[in-house]
Every structure is written in C-alpha cells, then in structure tokens.
C-alpha cells in the first residue's frame, strides 16, 4: 500500500516555483526525479527535495498543475506541510505576478512586505 500523498495546488509554471523554492533556501533537483518514501517506495516527480531522513519531497505535473507529493509520516521541514505550502505558493504568487507583468511592458517600482507577511507590489508602465 502506498504511503505517499498528493496535495493539490495551484502552481502551474514551473520556473517560478523553482524560484519560489530558491527564494525560500530550500535545496531541489530539476527533471524527472524519483521521490523516495516508505519501504524503498518511489513516485515520479518533476522536482525533488531531499530530507535528511531518506525520504523526500516532490513537485509532480498531474495535468493541471504541480501537486505536492511526499510520504508525510516522514515529514521533516521546519514549518507543517500547510505553512510550507503557503510559504512556497506566497513566493510563487510573486514570481509570477512580477513576470506576468514584464511580460506586458511594466516594471516593480515598489515593493513592501508588510507586518502579516503580505508583500504590497507597485508596478508602473511608461508610455510614449
């Protein structure tokens, strides 16, 4: 029987969650990777986060989106796998705010993280 679990998000672009994980210092491996989970268990994952403990962390493609994958017995992040999540999808937010709007022509020309943890963005487009 299977241990592992999958967690739905809404992440869908793969270089900002990779940049939403390097923001936060969190150490992964790109590709096709194998997660590895109770008795020598694998699920394939786009993205892999090794734990200390043998057991990993993975970001899978089901067609939709990047779903979490990970046997969570074996858990062992500083922060629930709810405040991960967050954590991870608060900085993919970001990213993908601030690529999205690049992409049609503006800039950040602010930006301010707030006492709750909120970040407040400013982006400004000059015109001729």
């Known amino acids: 029987m299977s241990h592992f679990s999958q967690i739905k998000t809404q992440i869908r672009n793969l270089e900002s969650l990779q940049d939403a994980l390097t923001d936060l210092g969190i150490t992964w491996k790109p590709g096709d990777q194998q997660v590895r989970g109770y008795r020598g268990q694998t699920h394939e994952a786009q993205i892999a986060i090794e734990q200390k403990n043998g057991y990993d962390i993975g970001f899978r493609w ?6 979490l994958v990970a046997d969570l017995q074996y858990w062992q992040q500083n922060l629930s796998v709810d405040g991960f999540l967050r954590q991870v999808t608060q900085r993919y937010a970001y990213h993908t705010v601030v690529k999205e709007t690049a ?5 950040v020309a602010e930006q301010q993280k707030n006492e709750d943890g909120s970040i407040r963005l ?3 487009r000059w015109s001729a």
């Open 62 to 67: 089901n067609g939709k989106e990047y779903e």
């Open 103 to 107: 992409r049609v022509g503006f800039q």
């Open 122 to 124: 400013v982006v400004q």
